[in-house]
């Protein structure tokens, strides 16, 4: 009986990495905040940001950010104020006890599309569309890993059978999300005149999900660069104490 529960518990916990482990690796894409020392696009935070709000935003939250954020992303307060005063905020209560709705401001976090979990997973077929705050971070090969999927949408091959609401995507584990394809050429406007590809969009997302999951990266980037330069600078002193030190001493 013990053999068996072991075997039973074993197998459970394989099934996760099994399920995985059929997912078509990744893509590499050459990402400028990924370099040593490396930092963001401005211009390509920015149209991400855009992704995320006229598309991915209709499903997905992003609790962690706030608006006032975005300025770090080169957007100016002006600009920010703005952004924020198109959502409206639910707040209260009001004197009379009620719950009101008022326009955005900076400080508040950026809005969930739906008002709890039962109410994402009702609207999406039972799946909980997960927060995109963090998941660059939350997952493994991440940048890659998101990009890949929003580019991996296929027509399944003969020998796969979707289940009810399922689409395939080679890069998903399991190859069968719930996720339908969200990306499509020229679905949004770019301000800059960048031409929408879904590749496109699906890099400029990514990126603005990498700075959202990590804005500290630039920062750390920085203080690795000021640490190198210290270290050089005390290796060379201690070389040139050490000659010091030891030019009159036979060898």
């Known amino acids: 009986m013990r053999k068996t529960l072991i075997a039973l518990i074993a197998s459970a916990?394989?099934?996760?990495a099994l399920a995985a482990s059929d997912a078509k690796a990744p893509m590499s894409i050459s990402w400028s905040h990924l370099k040593p020392f490396g930092t963001f696009d401005r211009a390509e935070l920015q149209r991400g940001y855009q992704v995320y709000k006229e598309v991915c935003a209709a499903c997905h939250a992003a609790k962690y950010l706030a608006?006032?954020?975005?300025?770090?992303?080169?957007?100016?307060?002006a600009e920010v104020k703005a952004i924020a005063a198109s959502y409206q905020i639910k707040d209260g209560p009001n004197d009379e006890g009620e719950m009101f709705d008022r326009p955005g401001k900076p400080s508040d976090r950026l809005p969930s599309p739906f008002a709890n979990e039962k109410a994402a997973r009702a609207a999406n077929s039972g799946?909980?569309?997960?927060?995109?705050?963090?998941?660059?971070?939350?997952?493994?090969?991440?940048?890659?890993?998101?990009?890949?999927?929003?580019?991996g949408y296929e027509?399944?091959?003969?020998?796969?059978?979707?289940?009810?609401?399922?689409?395939?995507?080679?890069?998903?584990?399991g190859?069968?999300?719930?996720?339908?394809?969200?990306?499509?050429?020229?679905?949004?406007?770019?301000?800059?005149?960048?031409?929408?590809?879904?590749?496109q969009m699906a890099k400029d997302v990514t990126?603005?999900?990498?700075?959202?999951?990590?804005?500290?990266?630039e920062a750390r980037h920085a203080l690795g660069m000021k640490v190198m330069i210290f270290?050089?600078?005390?290796?060379?002193?201690?070389?040139?104490?050490k000659r010091r030190v030891w030019a009159g001493v036979e060898h």
């Open 13 to 16: 916990v394989a099934l996760p």
């Open 67 to 77: 608006f006032r954020n975005l300025t770090e992303i080169g957007f100016s307060e």
């Open 127 to 151: 799946a909980y569309p997960p927060d995109l705050s963090i998941v660059v971070k939350a997952r493994h090969n991440g940048a890659n890993y998101v990009y890949s999927l929003l580019n």
């Open 155 to 173: 027509d399944a091959p003969p020998n796969i059978k979707l289940g009810d609401g399922m689409t395939y995507n080679p890069y998903f584990p």
């Open 175 to 199: 190859m069968q999300i719930a996720m339908p394809k969200i990306l499509n050429d020229e679905q949004v406007t770019y301000a800059d005149g960048t031409k929408a590809t879904i590749a």
């Open 207 to 217: 990126a603005f999900l990498s700075w959202a999951s990590e804005p500290e990266t």
């Open 231 to 241: 270290m050089l600078i005390a290796i060379g002193l201690l070389y040139a104490a």
